[in-house]
């Protein structure tokens, strides 16, 4: 195996336990984990290749890897359902319930623009509760299964 595949995998692995963790709905969206992790491959190496520091490196690939993924609904959700519903289920049901959540919530995320630092943004916290009066209406409308 050449340097090229080896990077291109481990660049792959990394992407894809991100979207596992933090982006199901990307998970399985071939095109967009093949192109990504090609990039950031050809990054590292263009990098090391110009004589940046294995750091540097890391650094700009991780940059192509990740642009766009800082910010995720999923976590903004799953965090909501732990925080205010967790009384409600058992642990084990919480992030299966997040993943059933995450659509009936886009709605409210659609009224915000919604950048990486989006977390650390005033408007978070009015997002925060409006997705947990989401939360709160659809239980009661439907229970929770």
């Not at 959700?77 to 967790?86: L, R």
Request: charge should be negative; hydrophobic fraction near 40%; include cysteine.
């Amino acid at each position: 195996m050449n340097t090229q595949q080896k990077d291109l995998s481990y660049f792959r692995l990394r992407l894809q336990e991100l979207l596992n963790n933090s982006f199901p709905e990307k998970t399985n969206d071939q095109k967009f984990i093949d192109e990504r992790s090609s990039w950031a491959a050809n990054a590292y190496e263009g990098a090391f290749r110009s004589g940046n520091g294995i750091e540097q490196c890391n650094e700009i690939a991780d940059h192509i890897l990740f642009e766009g993924l800082y910010f995720s609904k999923f976590d903004t959700v799953f965090g909501v359902v732990c925080n205010e519903f967790d009384t409600l289920m058992a642990d084990e049901e919480l992030r299966p319930f997040a993943l059933k959540m995450l659509p009936v919530c886009e709605p409210v995320f659609s009224n915000y623009e919604l950048t990486d630092d989006f977390a650390y943004a005033p408007e978070f916290n009015l997002l925060y509760t409006e997705l947990t009066g989401t939360i709160a209406i659809w239980i009661e409308e439907n229970g929770l299964q």
